[in-house]
């Protein structure tokens, strides 16, 4: 998992409260991603942050908010949870730099269920 | 952001070469392809990325052709642990997101 940890891994919660995905990373990436997958489907960017404080939206962005107040942190705000946001939310971390420049690291995922 | 088509699944046995065409026709000149895999219950891993001709690793070969519009992953002689999705990406080098599609479900069998 290269460092990357979610937490929680699994929530549950009722539709119209704000939920709070917390995701870490160890490795000093400056990219960090917000992922959503659901069945049958690939992974569909949320918001992106490509440094403290520096982030843009994803093609899925309705209804998020983030935020990237350290380097190793990126925290993804559900602002009033409805049932369309239950899904599997993926975070991954990335430097951007080098060979291979554009390798995103994933972390295990959490499973988000909105009743 | 470049579209990418590639099979829904696919079906192999062990020692297999298996090849998986993914095809990207309006690619940006600075854009480059990238393959991951996903494992049920997992995240996605990163295999392999290319911009143009062919890239080897460990893993996998991944062929582009002169025109990019097209890209082909290779795994040799695979094993029942390669089933997986395997997603072909282009990459937005203007805000290094990953766009995925639906990837290809490769099921591989002994």
């Known amino acids: 998992d290269a460092g990357i940890t979610q937490s929680p891994r699994h929530k549950v919660t009722e539709t119209g409260t704000p939920v709070t995905l917390r995701c870490h990373q160890t490795?000093?990436?400056?990219?960090m991603y917000w992922y959503r997958q659901d069945p049958g489907h690939g992974l569909r960017l949320i918001h992106y942050s490509y440094g403290v404080k520096d982030t843009d939206k994803g093609e899925v962005s309705d209804g998020y908010s983030v935020s990237r107040s350290k380097t190793e942190d990126f925290l993804l705000t559900l602002e009033s949870a409805t049932s369309s946001q239950t899904s599997v939310y993926f975070c991954a971390a990335g430097s951007g730099q080098g060979i291979p420049s554009y390798e995103q690291y994933f972390g295990p995922g959490t499973r988000l269920t909105v009743t | 952001l470049a579209k990418t088509t590639q099979p829904i699944s696919m079906d192999s046995y062990e020692g297999q070469e298996v090849n998986i065409t993914c095809s990207h026709n309006n690619i940006a000149t600075n854009d480059y392809i990238t393959w991951y895999q996903q494992f049920p219950s997992q995240g996605p891993r990163f295999i392999i990325q290319g911009y143009k001709t062919k890239v080897t690793n460990e893993v996998a070969s991944l062929f582009i052709p002169a025109d990019r519009k097209s890209s082909t992953l290779s795994l040799p002689r695979v094993s029942l642990s390669d089933t997986a999705v395997y997603y072909c990406l282009v990459v937005d080098t203007g805000r290094r997101a990953l766009t995925f599609g639906s990837g290809t479900r490769l099921q591989v069998q002994p």
């Open positions: 490795e000093n990436h400056r990219y």
